[in-house]
């Protein structure tokens, strides 16, 4: 069914800008007490009563006031099983554990079934027609984060909840027409639902899960995808996304090759025919934008959080699918301009605190939406007030960077991401241990000689990185390293310091042949700074250095003069490139009316910022 399978089990990650998001992360799950994550459920189950004061209680979202109260308990479940796959934590699996069992305390307080934070009649009046505010959804995200407990980390008190609200969700479907169905489906956002009835159809193989899958199937959607109609323009995003990750997921556990259409006209929809802005991000107030028109949708409410999270797990699953690098390059760009771009940014910056200076290290949660609208500022939430959909895809976000890196399939090893880490794993009967360690290229010496700093001069023009093979016995296995789609110019690959031959695939990877036992592969991926334009503005463009998209610390929107397919020294160069051993990543514009310094999109915390710059020829 699948080209290509993710190697997660065996792989951790190394220090780098993953690891930082990952431990930052961790410290979020754990600053979050389980009473306070449980506190809804415990409601339901009648098992607290009221309470003064309590601890640090969670608001917004969250708030025992909220109808979609409890649903960020199931996504921290998920992140925690995700993340002890690559940490092997045992304190965060503790805590962990012993939520699943307070779930499972309440499940048997509310009558063997129901599981939930929110009242069961909540469905019942979506049935009947009334909408409250996303009750399966709020059910969804509650399971899928016990089923991830299970298959991550083998609770099997996790499966045994999920299985008794199948049963609970079988019984309620039961007699519903498709009419009504499609109602309950089309009027309230139903997250995941779909695949999570596919993941446990996967594991159970009963017919009763597999006709509730049926029965969470959005025949109107699929049949308007199939049939070529545009479904998507002005419409809330985040709601369909996660659809098409149960029509994925139903593809592989079933074999029906009309999922897997669905999910590729609907990705045809929204990316190919769509278009993009240079961030990777296509929506704007949690809506698909018209096809190929995003000008006039540039504003203060551009890429929600949480459809970048969902499309990158789409392309995930297309990926592994085709093997087609260009996925893989959708889910890079939207990992630098959006993951790290939206979620857990850390200042760096220094203060003075009683004549000593001490760092700031202030660290934020997420920004709902990555304004792309000059004069442009990031709001971000609150650690316990705000609990936003998007603190929910915050944390499964970053606890899942070591899972998309390696690959394999029955006969072949794929790099396809550049993020540092180690990974073991066993091809063709053969045990393989790889390490993957970015070269700074700064020959890490300031006050002694070092060939690296006669040679390196200037900031470097391509990304290089090291990745050792270890394998128990010499083997033969092909290895195919993904060239991005931002790689421009020169393509190095050296194994032991010799050239290595490599071919083009056909899929934008290089595939080099190699005995392997204990080698040493060099990789350097030339870039240059690009111009992206908007789709239907094309004298309007962001400028990106590789796959990090920049912005002009300014609050307006100047016009610049030089030429767009050759942007560095005509429009920006280099500023403050260097600091003691480190290369920086500031630009500048270069004999421009006004002096703008540029700086990643995911370096900014709360400056103010304007992505998008109009441009034109030099008079």
Same mark, same amino acid.
């Given at each position: 069914?699948?080209?290509?399978?993710?190697?997660?089990?065996?792989?951790h990650?190394?220090?780098?800008?993953? $690891?930082?998001?990952?431990d930052?992360?961790?410290?979020?799950?754990?600053?979050?007490?389980?009473?306070?994550?449980?506190r809804?459920?415990?409601?339901?189950?009648?098992?607290?009563?009221?309470?003064?004061?309590?601890?640090?209680?969670?608001?917004?979202?969250?708030?025992?006031?909220?109808?979609?109260?409890?649903?960020?308990?199931g996504?921290?479940?998920?992140?925690?099983?995700?993340?002890?796959?690559?940490?092997?934590?045992?304190?965060?699996?503790?805590?962990?554990?012993?939520?699943?069992?307070?779930?499972?305390r309440?499940?048997?307080?509310?009558?063997?079934?129901?599981?939930?934070?929110?009242?069961?009649?909540?469905?019942?009046?979506?049935?009947?027609?009334?909408?409250?505010?996303?009750?399966?959804?709020?059910?969804?995200?509650n399971?899928?984060?016990?089923?991830?407990?299970?298959?991550?980390?083998?609770?099997?008190?996790?499966?045994?909840?999920?299985?008794?609200?199948?049963?609970?969700?079988?019984?309620?479907?039961?007699?519903?027409?498709?009419?009504?169905?499609d109602?309950?489906?089309? =009027?309230?956002?139903?997250?995941?639902?779909?695949e999570?009835?596919? &993941?446990?159809?996967?594991?159970?193989?009963?017919?009763?899960?597999?006709?509730?899958?049926?029965?969470?199937?959005?025949?109107?959607?699929?049949?308007?995808?199939?049939? @070529?109609?545009?479904?998507?323009?002005?419409?809330?995003?985040?709601?369909?996304?996660?659809?098409m990750?149960?029509?994925?997921?139903?593809?592989?556990?079933?074999?029906?090759?009309?999922?897997?259409?669905?999910?590729?006209?609907?990705?045809?929809?929204?990316?190919?025919?769509?278009?993009?802005?240079?961030?990777?991000? $296509?929506?704007?107030?949690?809506?698909?934008?018209?096809?190929?028109?995003?000008?006039?949708?540039?504003?203060?409410?551009?890429?929600?959080?949480?459809?970048?999270?969902?499309?990158?797990?789409?392309?995930?699953?297309?990926?592994?699918?085709?093997?087609?690098?260009?996925?893989?390059?959708?889910?890079?760009?939207?990992?630098?301009?959006?993951?790290?771009? $939206?979620?857990?940014?850390?200042?760096?910056?220094?203060?003075?605190?009683?004549?000593?200076?001490?760092?700031?290290?202030?660290?934020?949660?997420?920004?709902?939406?990555?304004?792309?609208?000059?004069?442009?500022?990031?709001?971000?939430?609150?650690?316990?007030?705000?609990?936003?959909?998007?603190?929910?895809?915050?944390?499964?976000?970053?606890?899942v960077?070591?899972?998309?890196?390696?690959?394999?399939? &029955?006969?072949?090893?794929?790099?396809?991401?550049?993020?540092?880490?180690?990974?073991?794993?066993?091809?063709?009967?053969?045990?393989?241990?790889?390490?993957?360690?970015?070269?700074?290229?700064? @020959?890490?010496?300031?006050?002694?000689?070092?060939?690296?700093?006669?040679?390196?001069?200037?900031?470097?023009?391509?990304?290089?990185?090291?990745?050792?093979?270890?394998? &128990? $016995?010499?083997?033969?296995?092909?290895?195919?390293?993904?060239?991005?789609?931002?790689?421009?110019?020169?393509?190095?690959?050296?194994?032991?310091?010799?050239?290595?031959?490599?071919?083009?695939?056909?899929? @934008?990877?290089?595939?080099?042949?190699?005995?392997?036992?204990?080698?040493?592969?060099?990789?350097?991926?030339?870039?240059?700074?690009?111009?992206?334009?908007?789709?239907?503005?094309?004298?309007?463009?962001?400028?990106?250095?590789?796959?990090?998209?920049l912005?002009?610390?300014?609050?307006?929107?100047?016009?610049?003069?030089?030429?767009?397919?050759?942007?560095? &020294?005509?429009? =920006?160069?280099?500023?403050?490139?260097r600091?003691?051993?480190?290369?920086?990543? @500031?630009?500048?514009?270069?004999?421009?009316?006004?002096?703008?310094?540029?700086?990643?999109?995911?370096?900014?915390?709360?400056?103010?910022?304007?992505?998008?710059?109009?441009?034109?020829?030099?008079?």
């Amino acid at each position: 069914m699948n080209l290509w399978n993710a190697v997660d089990a065996g792989t951790h990650l190394l220090p780098g800008e993953a $690891q930082k998001r990952r431990d930052r992360d961790r410290e979020y799950l754990m600053s979050l007490t389980p009473v306070n994550l449980l506190r809804s459920h415990y409601l339901e189950a009648g098992l607290i009563q009221m309470q003064y004061r309590p601890d640090k209680i969670h608001w917004g979202w969250d708030s025992p006031m909220s109808q979609i109260r409890g649903t960020f308990c199931g996504h921290w479940l998920s992140a925690a099983a995700h993340m002890y796959r690559d940490t092997h934590d045992e304190e965060l699996l503790a805590r962990a554990n012993y939520i699943v069992s307070e779930i499972a305390r309440c499940q048997e307080a509310n009558g063997g079934q129901w599981a939930f934070p929110i009242p069961e009649k909540y469905l019942y009046w979506l049935k009947a027609g009334r909408h409250p505010w996303a009750p399966q959804y709020v059910c969804h995200k509650n399971m899928m984060g016990l089923l991830d407990m299970y298959k991550l980390t083998g609770n099997q008190q996790a499966l045994e909840i999920v299985l008794k609200c199948a049963d609970w969700f079988y019984e309620f479907t039961n007699g519903i027409t498709r009419e009504n169905m499609d109602e309950m489906m089309d =009027l309230e956002e139903t997250g995941g639902i779909l695949e999570l009835w596919a &993941d446990l159809y996967g594991i159970t193989r009963k017919p009763m899960h597999l006709e509730i899958l049926h029965r969470y199937e959005r025949p109107l959607l699929a049949n308007g995808l199939l049939e @070529g109609r545009d479904m998507l323009a002005n419409m809330h995003a985040n709601s369909t996304v996660p659809e098409m990750h149960g029509y994925a997921r139903a593809y592989e556990v079933t074999g029906n090759e009309m999922y897997r259409k669905v999910v590729e006209a609907y990705w045809d929809q929204a990316v190919e025919k769509r278009g993009m802005y240079a961030t990777g991000g $296509q929506t704007s107030g949690e809506i698909w934008s018209p096809m190929g028109e995003l000008r006039a949708r540039l504003g203060d409410k551009n890429q929600e959080h949480c459809v970048v999270y969902n499309m990158m797990r789409l392309a995930e699953y297309l990926f592994s699918w085709t093997g087609d690098s260009k996925y893989a390059d959708y889910w890079e760009l939207n990992l630098h301009n959006g993951i790290y771009a $939206q979620g857990f940014w850390q200042d760096e910056r220094d203060q003075m605190i009683g004549g000593e200076r001490e760092p700031l290290r202030e660290t934020t949660t997420v920004t709902y939406y990555m304004p792309l609208m000059q004069g442009a500022h990031k709001h971000w939430g609150s650690k316990t007030d705000d609990f936003w959909c998007c603190h929910c895809s915050l944390v499964q976000a970053n606890a899942v960077h070591h899972e998309h890196i390696y690959y394999q399939s &029955d006969d072949s090893v794929a790099l396809v991401q550049f993020i540092p880490s180690t990974s073991e794993m066993q091809v063709q009967g053969r045990k393989l241990r790889m390490e993957l360690t970015a070269n700074s290229q700064t @020959g890490g010496e300031m006050m002694r000689d070092h060939a690296v700093n006669r040679t390196v001069v200037r900031r470097p023009h391509d990304i290089a990185y090291t990745l050792k093979i270890c394998a &128990d $016995q010499p083997c033969g296995i092909p290895l195919l390293i993904r060239i991005p789609e931002w790689c421009e110019g020169n393509i190095s690959i050296s194994v032991n310091g010799e050239p290595a031959s490599w071919e083009a695939d056909g899929h @934008g990877f290089a595939k080099v042949m190699h005995d392997w036992h204990e080698d040493t592969v060099s990789i350097r991926l030339g870039r240059r700074l690009r111009c992206y334009p908007l789709p239907d503005d094309p004298d309007m463009v962001a400028f990106v250095d590789g796959p990090v998209c920049l912005a002009g610390l300014v609050s307006e929107e100047h016009i610049l003069y030089g030429d767009k397919e050759h942007p560095e &020294d005509s429009l =920006l160069c280099a500023s403050d490139e260097r600091q003691w051993q480190q290369w920086k990543t @500031g630009w500048k514009t270069y004999h421009q009316p006004f002096g703008i310094e540029f700086k990643p999109l995911n370096e900014i915390g709360y400056e103010t910022y304007t992505v998008y710059f109009p441009v034109e020829p030099r008079g």
